[in-house]
Nanobody, 116 residues
Framework: VQLQASGGGLVQPGGSLRLSCAASGSITSRNVMGWYRQTPGKQRELVALITSYGRTTYADSLEGRFTISRDNAKNTVYLQMVSLKPEDMAVYYC???????????WGQGTQVTVSS
């Protein structure tokens, strides 16, 4: 499975961004796609997950500012981020988990910079 993430960039505090991640290759019907983020010197942390059935999980720290969604026909997951804060600045990574063969795949990461 290959993952291509896009949509990162520079945004002012309070602004919005939408990340996209398209999966290709051996996509199965039972999977989880999600977003993680990482800043220098820190561990990669969960942002949000969504199963192929639409069940979602969010990090508690997001305070409802982010929304994950997916288009199964396009094998694409989205992360809509609003009210961005400087502490949201990180490299955001897309992840695909195959629930049938218990394999994980990571995208290349996309930088989100929140700064005035």
């Amino acid at each position: 499975v290959q993952l291509q993430a896009s949509g990162g960039g520079l945004v002012q505090p309070g602004g919005s961004l939408r990340l996209s991640c398209a999966a290709s290759g051996s996509i199965t019907s039972r999977n989880v796609m999600g977003w993680y983020r990482q800043t220098p010197g820190k561990q990669r942390e969960l942002v949000a997950l969504i199963t192929s059935y639409g069940r979602t999980t969010y990090a508690d720290s997001l305070e409802g500012r982010f929304t994950i969604s997916r288009d199964n026909a396009k094998n694409t997951v989205y992360l809509q981020m609003v009210s961005l804060k400087p502490e949201d600045m990180a490299v955001y990574y897309c992840k695909y988990s195959d629930l049938d063969v218990f394999s994980d795949y990571w995208g290349q990461g996309t930088q989100v910079t929140v700064s005035s």
